[in-house]
């Protein structure tokens, strides 16, 4: 398993962007597909992107696509997720997380289920 600690949250406005980094600890986390999901209050977490073990793959959710780029840099063992054209509706806690990948990579490959190791979160606010 990989430990995660993830940064960057923040107080920002309607239209502005955040860039949240998660650092990992582990030999794992190059062999792990990585992600990204958010909980607003009074709401389930949700799954927002998630990035293959090499980075060759992507996948977003629809209400973020085109707005959030996830990236990894495995020299590093950290992850990036760049926030931009924020909404109101982006305030959630982000988490950032994890899962053993030794073979495929779908878009459905990274589920809450799924996930085997999850950091504590950063505050994302977005105010109008």
């Known amino acids: 398993q990989v430990q995660l600690v993830e940064s960057g949250g923040g107080l920002v406005q309607v239209g502005g962007s955040l860039r949240l980094s998660c650092a990992a600890s582990?030999?794992?986390?190059?062999?792990?597909?990585m992600g990204w999901f958010r909980q607003a209050p009074g709401k389930e977490r949700e799954f927002i992107a998630s990035?293959?073990?090499?980075?060759?793959?992507?996948y977003y959710a629809d209400s973020v696509k085109g707005r959030f780029t996830i990236s990894r840099d495995n020299a590093k063992n950290t992850l990036a997720l760049q926030m931009n054209s924020l909404k109101p509706e982006d305030t959630a806690v982000y988490y950032c997380?994890?899962?053993?990948?030794?073979?495929?990579?779908?878009?459905?490959?990274?589920?809450?289920?799924?996930?085997?190791?999850w950091g504590q979160g950063t505050q994302v606010t977005v105010s109008s």
């Open positions: 582990g030999r794992a986390f190059s062999t792990s597909a």
């Open positions: 990035i293959s073990r090499n980075g060759g793959a992507t």
């Open positions: 997380a994890a899962r053993p990948q030794p073979l495929y990579f779908t878009s459905s490959y990274l589920t809450e289920a799924d996930v085997t190791s």
